[in-house]
């Protein structure tokens, strides 16, 4: 009998105690090819659909992570110019208060030059020490102009601390917040207003927002203003010294009541009054 070779041929056989039976099953050649090849396509489609799904994995770890280094780099970028801006400020004050102070000479800024390298870690704590030492050398100047009277270390009026510098809610109800440039101080009507430190008088008279305002000079770009009077007791150009009359409380300008508006100003930039009050105390 001649074979066929179109036919792959298996034999199965079955045998029990009773009875044996062998049983004969034909596939053909191209059925078996074509299965083969299917599973062969469909097992290159699963590999090839797992290598997709781990490369595109990999693209988005590598690119969740590149975001997360961006926004790093970016946060890094800003605090950096936040501390050189801040650097810069101390660095020009300072100059200024030691000019005034008269510890150090009033001379022109050192040359210098170089080319212009990004800042890394080592750059960062070099700028970090030398905003250290510049605070350092700001406290000392400042010592020693509280002892010549020229920073202010008094109470400008007797009363209570209200609202404070930075944001608050607009204190006439209207909506939305706003910046207060200055510190307040309740007081009565009339109650005497004095100088926090010595200088001279640069502004007397009305201002939008302030009312009747007074405005003194410390030298050095420090400066003191004095809000809402109800009496001005001082001239323009006039040297005060510290603690000198100024005028008196009042509620003049945009004000809900009786009150003094005490800013302090270093370069014409409104700073923080409250730790020149706390220095001492209102009494």
């Given at each position: 009998?001649?074979?066929?070779?179109?036919?792959?041929?298996?034999?199965?056989?079955?045998?029990?105690?009773?009875?044996?039976?062998?049983?004969?099953?034909?596939?053909?050649?191209?059925?078996?090819?074509?299965?083969?090849?299917?599973?062969?396509?469909?097992?290159?489609?699963?590999?090839y659909g797992l290598y997709g799904l781990?490369?595109?994995?990999?693209?988005?770890?590598?690119?969740?992570?590149?975001?997360?280094?961006?926004?790093?780099?970016?946060?890094?970028?800003?605090?950096?110019?936040?501390?050189?801006?801040?650097?810069?400020?101390?660095?020009?004050?300072?100059?200024?208060?030691?000019?005034?102070?008269?510890v150090v000479e009033n001379k022109p800024m050192p040359s210098s030059g170089g080319p212009a390298l990004p800042l890394d870690e080592m750059g960062l704590a070099t700028l970090i020490a030398k905003m250290g030492r510049l605070e350092e050398d700001m406290s000392a100047y400042e010592a020693v102009l509280r002892e010549r009277g020229y920073t202010p270390t008094i109470w400008p009026v007797i009363g209570t601390l209200e609202g404070g510098f930075g944001g608050r809610r607009n204190p006439f109800g209207g909506p939305g917040y706003e910046f207060h440039s200055g510190q307040d101080i309740e007081a009565p009507w009339g109650t005497p207003v004095i100088a926090g430190a010595s200088g001279k008088v640069t502004f007397v008279g009305w201002q939008n927002g302030y009312g009747q305002l007074v405005i003194v000079d410390h030298g050095g770009g420090l400066t003191t203003r004095y809000g809402h009077l109800s009496h001005i007791d001082v001239e323009l150009d006039q040297v005060v010294s510290r603690g000198q009359l100024l005028g008196k409380v009042g509620s003049t300008g945009r004000s809900t009541g009786p009150h003094l508006h005490y800013e302090v100003r270093i370069n014409d930039e409104p700073v923080d009054p409250l730790p020149y009050l706390l220095q001492s105390s209102p009494n």
């Open positions: 009998m001649a074979r066929d070779d179109r036919f792959y041929a298996f034999i199965i056989a079955h045998t029990s105690r009773s009875r044996a039976r062998v049983q004969r099953i034909r596939v053909e050649k191209k059925v078996v090819s074509a299965f083969l090849a299917a599973a062969a396509v469909l097992t290159v489609g699963l590999c781990t490369q595109q994995a990999a693209h988005l770890r590598t690119e969740f992570e590149n975001q997360r280094l961006r926004a790093e780099n970016e946060r890094q970028r800003q605090e950096l110019e936040k501390l050189n801006n801040r650097v810069e400020r101390v660095e020009d004050t300072s100059r200024k208060l030691a000019e005034k102070s008269g």
